[in-house]
């Protein structure tokens, strides 16, 4: 099974950094008020970025780590391609 990091806006303009098997999905959950506590608190959520696929989920995890440590502005020059 394939796994993504995605990266979603939030309506406050904040941005969450997950993982899931399909971004899309897990974006329409979110903005039915499933999930973590800062999604059902920021939502809802457009879809900003996604991952190309890990093979692994515990891949995605640590990607996902990375990601959630960047500054805002690297985490938007990543979503523009700008960076990987």
């Known amino acids: 099974m394939a796994w993504f990091v995605y990266i979603a806006r939030a309506r406050t303009n904040r941005y969450y950094v997950g993982i899931t098997t399909d971004p899309d999905r897990r974006i329409l959950e979110h903005n039915r008020g499933e999930g973590a506590q800062f999604a ?34 690297k985490k938007e020059h990543l979503i523009r391609g700008e960076w990987h």
């Open 40 to 73: 059902r608190d920021q939502g809802p959520f457009t879809l900003e970025y996604y991952s190309d696929a890990f093979p692994t989920k515990s891949a995605a995890r640590i990607r996902e780590a990375q990601i959630k440590k960047w500054t805002k502005t």
